[in-house]
């Protein structure tokens, strides 16, 4: 008779009560700020803070929306990620692609100032790039907004990209070269695709990134109906700070972008965070 092991379950257990506990810290703050957006501030200084709200005051919502001028602020959102994104995959890709297979006695340098740019900080280039920007005319432009944007996002998409296509054997490089191919068709036919998982990886850090960006746009554009979506939910913890439920409607509003595009693309995002990691 076989020997019959039994599975202690307790490692198991601790395993889904530990998930479970980052799972409710995680989505509770969330939760309290829906909740607390459908508040008068009157209501939300007098009753308890985790508390429903009594009366649900839908109105909160078109009135921040209104006075943050959140629709203007979304398209130029969606404007500054998309351009930004699509120029930071096209243009480091390039650029993985001569560094990994088409090496030169400049390559070291090159390749060394992109991963140089990795290091830097923005709050260590923030005065310099705005004296710059304002120097060359671009200051309250859409474009003194994409040059640093794109320039920011580059040395890592490089360095990712350059890592990944080292891998890529050289023989389906020189078996094209032989068929007649260009570089450009060898780019466009064979990199992009083999490289699509570091790609996802690239594409994500972008939108991210972009999207979510506050301090650099704050600073170069001073109109409006140039800034972004962070610049207008920050303009509630200014004057309208002591309307909290004006206040907590525009974090809402803010945050729901990223929340359905992560529930969108969450396998995606899983995939290409995963199979995109460097190969040491």
Known sequence: MGDIRHTNPLPLVLIYLIVIIFAVLAIYPIFW???????TTQEYMRVSKLAFPTRWFYKNYPIAWETGRFGILILNSVFYTSITVVSILILSFMAAFAFAKLPSRLTPVLHGSFIIGILLTLQSILVPLFLMINAVGLYNTRLGVLIPYIGIGLPIAVYLGTEYIKSIPDSIIESARIDGAKYLHIFWKIIMPVAAPVAATVIILGITGTWNEFMLIN????????????VGVNQFSGALASDFGKQFSALVIGMTPMIIFYLIFRKQITTGVSAGAVKG
């Open 33 to 39: 700020l829906v909740i607390q957006s459908f508040k």
């Open 219 to 230: 600073i170069l554009v001073s109109k409006t109906e140039l800034k972004s979506l962070p």
